[in-house]
Each structure stands twice: as C-alpha cells, then as structure tokens.
C-alpha cells in the first residue's frame, strides 16, 4: 500500500507561482515513479508532468511545459511541482499519482495510487 498526501493549493493571481507537495509512504516499489494530474470543471483529468524515483526522468505535458517544474526529495520521500507564470486556465484540483512503473508515464492507468487532491485557483 501506498498513501499519498498533497499540500500548497491555493489562490493565487495570474502571473503568480504555487508549489504543491506530496508526501508518499508505504512500499517504495510500489511508488517508482510518481506523478501530477489535474481536473478542472466540468473536463477530464489530465495528465501534468511525472518523475521516476531512481533517475529523476521527467515528462511534462506541452501546456505546462516550461513553466512547471517536477522534482522529488528521496530522504523526505516527496515530490513538488513548483507551477510559475500561472494562468487562469491552470485553475484545477491537482492529483498526486504514485505507480510501480520504470518511465514516467502520461497515462493515468499506469499508477495505482492516488491522493485526495489539492484546489489550485488563479484569478484573472
């Protein structure tokens, strides 16, 4: 089992900047590679960016690409995503994913563990 623990959501203007955390434990296999989703109203979740533990391969999506960053911190078992120049259509629950894979994967079906989710707002 694995449990996952987002933090850092919240409201912020255009142009701003948030870092979400999330905090894993349980079995580190099962958590190989970890990624950010997000779900905006009334859309499908989407896939945001994703990081493997070991080696720190990364894939963004092309709408986040160059003003998110994913990065993790293997002795406090933790990933962020530190989001820059933040618009308006950003606005979304974020997800934390974690699954037992070897690449960092964009499908949603490849991790197995989710958590709860954090609200990230940006206002025009």
């Known amino acids: 089992q694995v449990q996952l623990a987002e933090s850092g959501g919240g409201l912020v203007q255009a142009g701003g900047s948030l870092r979400l955390s999330c905090a894993a434990s349980?079995?580190?296999?099962?958590?190989?590679?970890m990624g950010w989703f997000r779900q905006a109203p009334g859309k499908e979740r989407e896939f945001v960016a994703a990081?493997?533990?070991?080696?720190?391969?990364?894939r963004y999506s092309d709408s986040v690409m160059g003003r998110f960053t994913v990065s993790r911190d293997g002795a406090k078992s933790t990933m962020y995503l530190q989001m820059n120049s933040l618009k308006p259509e950003d606005t979304a629950i974020y997800y934390c994913?974690?699954?037992?894979?070897?690449?960092?994967?964009?499908?949603?079906?490849?991790?197995?563990?989710w958590g709860q989710g954090t609200q990230v707002t940006v206002s025009s």
């Open positions: 990081i493997t533990w070991i080696g720190g391969s990364m």
């Open positions: 994913a974690a699954g037992g894979g070897i690449i960092a994967s964009s499908a949603a079906a490849a991790y197995d563990y």
């Open positions: 349980g079995r580190a296999v099962s958590r190989s590679v």
